[in-house]
């Protein structure tokens, strides 16, 4: 399997839209690794995950290939997520030539806001073929794109049933951990003595440990920890770090030196990982 990280940043970006801390104007200044829009990733070019306001930079950046996209995986219903606009314009006069239709898949306040924004008038078909969204339940499987995809309970905004997913395709698999703090106890539960080829985990708050809501340094390794106590981790298991805010006070360099010792990845936008 591959993952690219489309995107890496928390909810304001970094910089931040309109920050002028000192973390944002030494990544303005500096550039490069520094400069991070909003979350997003995508599974072996085929699957996505979230859909945000950034989705169209990624496209443009990354020759993201939207159009063949079918399936798209989402998280929960904040701004760096999801942006619901974007996907009404895969009909008509926006977008021609379209060969089926793109589902979005997630939790019930996905399916309630895309109700009431696509199908409060049982009239309007506009969208028939072109754009399709389904509720999964925590901890029940679904095959997508061949893919079994597991939604888990996250431990983050606690309006909302918010899930990280596990993703596996033959004998590898992926969790995709973010956002989140440390998981809920059902979470760890339905992951023990499940091997993992990569886990990728929320790094919000960096140097500040949280674990309620996202997390730093110091959660991610406790996760590490309870991970091998339950069987979940191999030799090669790969450990990538994202989702990153300017809070945490730390640019790409400093926060790869600082998490070396543990052999942990930081991600960066368009950064690609096989494993
Ligand atoms: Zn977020
Ligand atoms: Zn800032
Ligand atoms: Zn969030």
Redesign the pocket.
Known sequence: MKITYLGTAAAEGL??LF???E??QRARRLGGKNLRTRSQSLIDDTLLIDFPADTYAHMLHYNVPLSHIHSVLITHTHQDHLYLEDPGLRFGVFSHELDGKMTLYGNDALVRNYDKMYRSDPNDTHLDGNLDCVELKEFVPVCIEGYTVTPLLANHDKNEKCFIYLIQHGETSLLYGNDTGLFPDKTWSYLAGKPLDLVSLDCTTIKYPDGNNHMGIADNLSVLKKMSELHCLKPTTKVVLTHFS?NGEMLHDELQQEVEPYHFVVAYDGMSVNF
């Open positions: 910089p931040g920050c002028n801390c973390i944002c300017h």
